[in-house]
């Protein structure tokens, strides 16, 4: 009965194959975040770009100036030996005025300015190779998630034919002991043998749908959808050899993404130093403004020959001495260069070791699995021959439930190490930057 259950659950799941899970475990939150990333990364180099770009301004709009009462003293001359001074005092009055202008400036030179935009542009590039970094990350853990599930599914294919042997073991004893050829207890010890297996498949669909939901969640799927893993169809297949080391290694260098960013971080310190030392360099620019003004807003609209202001000038801006202050950022940034410098040092050399560490386990899964295939084959054999002899009479039913579940751990064990073979294999192509070719060029 709880097979059925199994199977009817089953054939009501969602079913997802690998490959479409490996393409959904580049696109789940943290990744989408890395990319969105690279969007900020690509708006921030075209506002550096911009202050290379002419600057225009337009200023459109009435004043009121309010003049309050104010007491003024002339001086007056009569004669040219002799001046009468006189005190005025002036009312408070109000003056309008109407004004339009229109401003354009341009930067002929300015090193730092052409610098940060070129770090900008190196920092998308960094940008973007750490969300690739990401995207990696997140579809290796969709890929292990994926074969957890697959191996809960398969388990409970072991376990319901565990099951179902021990019906088959319960019938025989029942079928030896109404002939007088056993004793009750080979019955139920047959019965207890079954109930214990059922006991197993309950609790391994507990582990089932928490793999589904672990699985559905960072696929960024609802977590109540029942999902189905589709047989990849490699556990079949005998294992591929592990490409050698040496190669490994060489194509981490080549292609791991993380490598690329933080030597592309190296390069934005670098020109953050060279940012800094633009401030040794004369900056030129050009400028250009032209106003019209009136007193009463009918001139100012019906004369426009009249209020207008023309002016530009080129000026050349050079900062002789400003406190050491560039000198600070300058030592700054090479301090920065030597940290960036160092980080991607260690990194390369972890990197490295991650592939060695990599390599090793996907051997060794490899290996295991070859043991694994022939300690099943002898625990068939082992089950064939104490059902034989339960039988002739010559067995008990303890002998054959020794040996289904000698059958049983060799089934579990050869899938895991299968699978284990699968999960090293891809967390062996994540280290050497090679999961997805297509982004890692």
Known sequence: ?????????????????????????????????????VAVAREDQRVARS?????????VGPSLNYLGRRRQVYSVPISETETVTREVVSTSNTADSYSASLGLSQVIYNRGLWKQLEQAGVNVDATRNQSIEESDTSELEAIRRFFNLFLSQATLEVLNATAKRSEEQLERARALFNAGRVGKAEEISAQVNLGN??????????????????????????????????????????????????????QAREHRAL???????VRVAELQRAIVQGDYIPRVGLS????????????????????????????????????????????????????????????????EAEVRRAHQVLDGQIASAKLATANRAVAQQGLALAEERFKAGAGSTLDVRDAQLKLTQAELVLLQSRIDVEIARYALFRAMGTLNPGESQ
Do not use: C
């Open 1 to 37: 009965m709880s097979g059925f259950l199994v199977v009817a659950a089953l054939l009501s799941a969602t079913p997802i194959t690998l490959e479409e899970t490996r393409q959904l475990g580049r696109k789940n939150t943290q990744a989408l975040q890395a990319e969105l990333d």
């Open 51 to 59: 202050s290379l770009l002419p600057q225009v301004q337009l200023n």
């Open 197 to 250: 297996d059922r006991i197993n498949i309950v609790q391994r669909q507990n582990q089932l749908v928490a793999d589904q939901v672990q699985l559905a969640v960072w696929l960024a799927r609802p977590g109540t959808e029942p999902i189905l893993a589709v047989d990849p169809g490699v556990l079949q297949q005998e294992p591929a050899p592990a490409p050698a080391l040496d190669d490994a290694i060489k």
């Open 259 to 265: 490598l690329k960013a933080l030597q592309q971080r």
């Open 288 to 351: 250009a403004q032209y106003s019209h003004t009136s007193q009463d807003p009918g001139p100012f609209f019906s004369e426009p020959g009249y209020g207008n202001i023309f002016g530009g000038g080129i000026t050349l801006t050079w900062d002789l001495f400003n406190g050491f202050n560039t000198d600070a950022q300058s030592a700054r940034a090479q301090v920065n260069i030597r940290k960036a410098e160092l980080t991607f040092a260690q990194t390369a050399r972890e990197l």
